[in-house]
């Protein structure tokens, strides 16, 4: 069966640095997402992305991250110069066109900045 | 903007009994899709159950149904015959129906209730 699958599991980084998660969405999906949890909290949306562009972001979602598919496969979430609290589990998550199909979610990367 | 409610952090069940978990939500839209994420102790999000808010039919997926009252804005999971696999972290969420508008299909979770079964 068809997955959307993500790396790192867990990724450690320092305070200021810049890291990349990578997600591979299910081949024939066209609407992808990140959504990030932090420890014991509630899953929260920070961007959906179609036709190669954002269509929508959250207040999270601000300067210091972006998003890009730079193929027809991966589909990456980019936070230029982490900061302590952007420790979380970012989760990738997509679906098909239409209806209401629900979104797949990725196995998450475990986020801990130092 | 769209709110979910679980207004229970814990809940706990007897393995083979039956357990209702609560979710609210608000909102001024009519068409929308409501569901149900388990997520254990993994964290992967596993999609339980869902339900279109213009069915009336409640959602079933084997022990797993909904009680859907669409009037009152409530959407409880209930699971009966509880196994001790069903132990996890279980989120309500809503997504707006209009994908090609104003919303792209973001899902708007609930804060979780973590279901404890004891053998």
């Known amino acids: 069966e068809p997955e959307v699958t993500q790396t790192p599991s867990h990724q450690v980084t320092q305070m200021g640095q810049e890291v990349i998660l990578r997600c591979v969405p299910i081949?024939?999906?066209?609407?992808f997402y990140w959504y990030r949890q932090i420890l014991g909290q509630k899953v929260e949306f920070l961007v959906s992305?179609?036709?190669?562009?954002?269509?929508?972001k959250s207040e999270i979602f601000d300067d210091q991250f972006s998003v890009e598919r730079p193929d027809g496969s991966n589909f990456t979430l980019k936070i230029r110069s982490t900061k302590l609290e952007d420790s979380a589990m970012y989760f990738c998550?997509?679906?098909?066109?239409?209806?209401?199909?629900?979104?797949?979610f990725g196995p998450g990367t475990r986020l801990t900045v130092t | 903007a769209q709110t979910v409610t679980q207004s229970q952090p814990e809940m706990s069940v007897q393995e083979a009994e039956t357990v209702t978990l609560s979710c609210t939500y608000d909102?001024?839209?009519?068409?929308?899709?409501l569901f149900w994420y388990k997520q254990p102790p993994s964290r992967q999000m596993i999609l339980v159950i869902r339900?279109?808010?213009?069915?009336?039919q409640n959602a079933t997926e084997n022990r797993f149904s909904v009680n859907f009252q669409k009037a009152a804005k409530s959407f409880s999971l209930k699971i009966s015959d509880s196994q001790l696999g069903d132990a996890a972290m279980y989120f309500c969420?809503?997504?707006?129906?209009?994908?090609?508008?104003?919303?792209?299909?973001?899902?708007?979770f609930g804060q979780g209730t973590i279901l404890t079964v004891h053998p």
């Open positions: 081949s024939n999906h066209l609407y």
């Open positions: 909102t001024s839209e009519s068409d929308y899709y």
């Open positions: 969420a809503y997504r707006s129906a209009d994908a090609g508008g104003t919303s792209y299909g973001k899902l708007t």
């Open positions: 339900q279109e808010a213009y069915k009336q």
């Open positions: 998550a997509s679906r098909e066109d239409g209806g209401t199909y629900e979104q797949y």
């Open positions: 992305f179609y036709n190669n562009e954002i269509s929508e």
